[in-house]
């Protein structure tokens, strides 16, 4: 079992940049694929990003080109760099981990559920 706290969100204007960052418990962090999701109030929890086991990436059509996911498993942590945010980037932003380890856009593949940390972008 994991345990995922995400940390990084806050307010930002538009065009602005930050950083997300989701900090795991345990010693088998290397063994998960990570991801990230959003989601805002009356809609369904979107995908964002993910990272396989193995360091592949995939992100989100909406977001390619502005964000990147990385990992650091000697910190068991998983990053979310988001640049030239939009407001509709405003969500609450939720990590999760996915035993099987590969590289999964599908939200009820993934085990394991931050709670998440809200990003407002301003206009």
């Known amino acids: 079992q994991v345990q995922l706290v995400e940390s990084g969100g806050g307010l930002v204007q538009a065009g602005g940049s930050l950083r997300l960052s989701c900090a795991a418990s345990?010693?088998?962090?290397?063994?998960?694929?990570m991801g990230w999701f959003r989601q805002t109030p009356g809609k369904e929890r979107e995908f964002v990003a993910a990272?396989?086991?193995?360091?592949?990436?995939v992100l989100s059509d909406s977001v390619k080109g502005r964000f990147t996911i990385s990992r650091d498993n000697a910190k068991n942590t998983v990053y979310l760099q988001m640049s030239s945010l939009k407001p509709e980037d405003t969500a609450v932003y939720y990590c999760?981990?996915?035993?099987?380890?590969?590289?999964?856009?599908?939200?009820?593949?993934?085990?394991?559920w931050g709670q998440g940390t809200q990003v407002t972008v301003s206009s």
């Open positions: 345990g010693r088998t962090f290397r063994r998960y694929a």
């Open positions: 990272v396989s086991r193995s360091g592949y990436t």
């Open positions: 999760a981990a996915d035993e099987a380890g590969m590289l999964v856009r599908a939200l009820n593949r993934y085990e394991y």
